[in-house]
């Protein structure tokens, strides 16, 4: 019993603190042991891809346990919006992201946050995307450690496009088929008879946009497997002729919402690109190829043999000769007949006809698609050919010019060179002399003995004429009688003729002083007048080539882009009208054309658009363009933008920007030992200006100096403190201020500050392209200040 008691006391002493604690447990601390763990739950109902797409999604974030912080700016809303993460497809969950504006993150109260997503079209999924979100303890009133959230932004359903086929084909594998096209759901499941009711299957197939004229070549060669719930697989059949236009051609493809469940998006999607075939060629062959002369052209019978590679003549090529002959670049070539040897060979056969060149023919041959199976470009073939002009070359010591004391004196040389046919060495040599035409008293002097004939040239040796006299010029021109060349069926005159006279002068006439607005609107004409008997090339009228090379010699050294505008028009619309030896050039209308200083225009006469002249001839006279003068310069730059600025560009105002008077400012500093705490220093500056320039004032730290001189002005001081303003004035003979003080500091060591632009800036511009160019002002600002800048009404 005893023993009893003893053990009932001991478990009560051992009880009663267990007890006291448990009390303490559940009255004191109820909160601490009862509290539940701390979560977020993301509401993402309307996160869908559709919602996305339409502006109608949103996310609700909601505590449990903690607090969002009170103090939500923007910098924690962006650090919560990069703690979205996406596991899959992060490049569209990306444009989300950088969607959203700020004020779309909205904390509705202590445990709520609801994020707003815009409109985003461009938002695409290829399959549902996981979006995870661990909160940043920065985020929370309490450092707490949440654990990782996570929801589905559930795809719309929709097909998908891969396989062989994708992302590019070429032409000929589409021609030759087998290639696939793999067609995948997304949350949807194709029809389970879509591969072997006919009905469902075309209605699959011509969702894909060949184009009509292939739909049936498919719909019957096609083969449709259905692999899969979600996969369809269309192997493509043969599909001759398809031809691409351009360099790819989309198919696109226009899903059917029937043939799935649930119904898919029918937004039309591109499925792949075709790619035209790239090594389509073709080549000639065949007996106009063998560097045949224009007088065999006029015989006929010449052969040409066109060969494509990776593609095929038309059937009925032979009805349309004019498409194939409109393609050779020589128009004087006719066919006699055109034969389809086979699928890739064509021969024409050259009619004989009347044909004449000056020049040799460098035939190329271009192929309308038209006449081709495959392509839908213009096919050009390689290589070219030749037709070689016949030709008279003039040469020799007495060509170009003869003067008079050279036909007296005889001896010279005239060489006449027969171009791509031969002399017919059997005729008589009197015959040949008669070549030489013109100046009768030297063809008549040649003898037999004079000239020398072989197979391609005839060699003239000129006899003295000792009574030769001579008043202006004399021409000896060189023309070939037909009946002298081999086969020819015309004669042959050289375009080069020598002169037997003095030597040319020219001088310029008509409106040579313009101003620049002549040169925009054009019309006006200078005239320049050959002198000493010289004469113009004829064809200087209407050959581009001697015009381009008389406005060769039209030059001037500045503004030379502006100037490269009127040649750029002279040569597409310029006119050149001539009377006997003055040439008339009239100018084109130049848009664009603006000049700001005067523009001096040289004018040398090259000796190829002179008759027989043996050098170039300086025109005695330049053409002067000036920029307008509007009146008095009344105001600074400053003051005119005080003022109406609208008032002055209807005024065509112009700035007028002076010449750089300072040109650099230069500084040396060196430290000189010293006996006292302090090393002393020298500073020497030179200042480069123009000649206008005088006397250069520099004013530094209170104390100015100033030297007088040209071009150069060198100062001394001692002791400047660094990064010390130095104030530079410049002034002319009379003591004027030339221009607005320049402010530099003084910088430790060696220092050079350039003043002048790069490009010469100076001159007098129209106020409304200084206000509209973006560089243009910047530019002048950058080395003028306001006040040094004039404006002229």
Avoid: C
Avoid at 75 to 99: G, M, P, Y
Avoid at 104 to 132: A, E, G, K
Avoid at 541 to 560: C, E, H, I, R, V
Avoid at 597 to 619: A, G, L, N
Wanted: proline fraction near 4%; aromatic fraction near 6%.
């Amino acid at each position: 019993m005893k023993n009893n008691q003893k053990m009932n006391r001991r478990l009560q002493l051992m009880l009663l603190p267990l007890i006291a604690f448990m009390l303490f447990i559940y009255t004191v601390m109820p909160s601490v042991a009862f509290a539940a763990d701390p979560k977020l739950t993301v509401d993402s109902t309307t996160m869908t891809e559709a919602n996305i797409e339409t502006g109608n999604a949103k996310m609700v974030l909601d505590l449990t346990g903690t607090e969002w912080v009170d103090d939500f700016t923007d910098d924690k809303k962006l650090v919560l919006i990069n703690a979205l993460v996406a596991t899959n497809q992060s490049e569209q969950w990306e444009q989300v992201k950088n969607s959203i504006p700020l004020g779309n993150i909205v904390r509705t109260d202590s445990d709520t946050i609801t994020i707003s997503i815009p409109s985003l079209p461009s938002y695409h999924l290829t399959d549902n995307q996981t979006i995870t979100l661990h909160v940043p303890y920065q985020l929370l009133k309490d450092d707490v450690n949440l654990p990782e959230s996570s929801f589905d932004i559930i795809a719309s359903p929709k097909a998908l496009i891969s396989g062989s086929a994708t992302p590019t084909v070429s032409q000929s594998d589409i021609l030759k088929g087998g290639k696939t096209i793999d067609v995948t759901l997304v949350n949807a499941k194709w029809n389970s008879t879509i591969a072997s009711n006919t009905a469902k299957r075309e209605a699959l197939l011509n969702g894909f946009k060949f184009g009509d004229s292939y739909k049936n070549i498919i719909n019957a060669g096609a083969k449709v497997i259905r692999t899969s719930d979600t996969v369809v697989t269309i192997t493509l059949p043969a599909i001759p002729g398809f031809r691409v236009s351009g360099d790819s051609f989309a198919v696109k493809f226009d899903p059917n919402a029937t043939l799935a469940t649930p119904s898919i998006d029918t937004t039309q999607i591109e499925a792949f690109h075709v790619t035209p075939i790239t090594d389509l060629s073709a080549t000639i062959s065949g007996s106009a190829l063998s560097n045949i002369n224009e007088f065999e052209i006029v015989k006929g019978e010449k052969t040409i043999m066109i060969t494509l590679k990776n593609d095929v003549w038309v059937k009925d090529i032979a009805s349309k000769a004019g498409l194939l002959m409109s393609g050779f670049s020589d128009k004087q070539l006719n066919a006699k007949s055109i034969v389809r040897k086979s699928d890739t060979e064509v021969e024409i056969t050259l009619n004989g006809n009347a044909y004449d060149i000056d020049t040799d023919s460098i035939v190329s041959l271009t192929i309308d698609p038209n006449l081709l199976t495959f392509s839908t470009k213009q096919l050009e073939v390689q290589p070219t050919f030749k037709i070689l002009a016949v030709k008279a070359e003039v040469s020799g010591t007495a060509y170009p010019t003869l003067d008079p004391s050279d036909v007296i004196k005889g001896k010279k040389t005239i060489v006449v060179d027969l171009k791509n046919a031969e002399f017919d060495i059997s005729k008589p040599i009197t015959e040949y002399i008669k070549i030489l035409q013109g100046s009768s008293a030297v063809t008549s002097a040649l003898t037999v003995k004079d000239v020398k004939v072989t197979k391609n040239r005839v060699t003239f040796t000129l006899p003295a004429v000792p009574n030769f006299t001579s008043t202006g010029v004399n021409n000896l021109t060189v023309e070939i009688p037909q009946n002298l060349i081999t086969g020819a069926n015309k004669s042959i005159k050289a375009d080069k003729v020598i002169s037997i006279g003095q030597t040319a002068t020219a001088s310029l006439g008509g409106t040579n002083v313009m101003i620049d607005t002549d040169i925009v609107n054009g019309g006006k004409a200078i005239t320049i007048t050959l002198g000493n008997g010289a004469q113009w090339d004829p064809t200087i009228t209407s050959n581009k080539s001697k015009q381009a090379a008389l406005l060769k010699g039209f030059t001037t050294s500045d503004q030379t882009k502006e100037w490269a505008k009127v040649i750029a028009a002279f040569k597409s619309s310029g006119k050149f009208e001539l009377s006997g030896s003055t040439l008339k050039v009239t100018l084109p209308a130049v848009s664009g054309y603006a000049i700001i200083r005067d523009q001096d225009v040289k004018i040398t006469i090259p000796k190829s658009v002179i008759i027989s002249s043996k050098s170039d001839v300086v025109v005695s006279g330049n053409l002067l363009i000036t920029v307008p003068t509007l009146g008095n310069i009344t105001m600074t730059f400053a003051e005119f933008l005080a003022g109406d600025l609208t008032d002055a560009i209807i005024k065509s105002s112009r700035l007028i920007v002076p010449k750089k008077n300072v040109e650099s400012i230069s500084l040396n500093t060196i430290d000189v030992p010293s006996t006292g705490t302090k090393n002393s220093s020298i500073t020497t500056i030179e200042v480069k200006t123009n000649s206008v320039v005088k006397k250069v004032a520099l004013t530094i730290g209170g104390v100015t100096k100033e030297v007088s001189g040209n071009n150069k002005f060198i100062f001394v001081f001692q002791n400047l403190e660094k990064d010390s303003e130095m104030k530079v004035s410049v002034f002319g003979t009379s003591s004027e201020q030339l221009q607005a003080d320049i402010y530099k500091k003084i910088a430790k060591g060696n220092k050079t500050y350039n003043e002048l632009p790069k490009k010469d800036l100076a001159g007098s511009y129209s106020l409304y392209p200084i206000l509209t160019e973006k560089s243009l002002m910047k530019d002048i600002l950058k080395y003028y200040s306001i006040d040094d800048l004039k404006v002229q009404r």
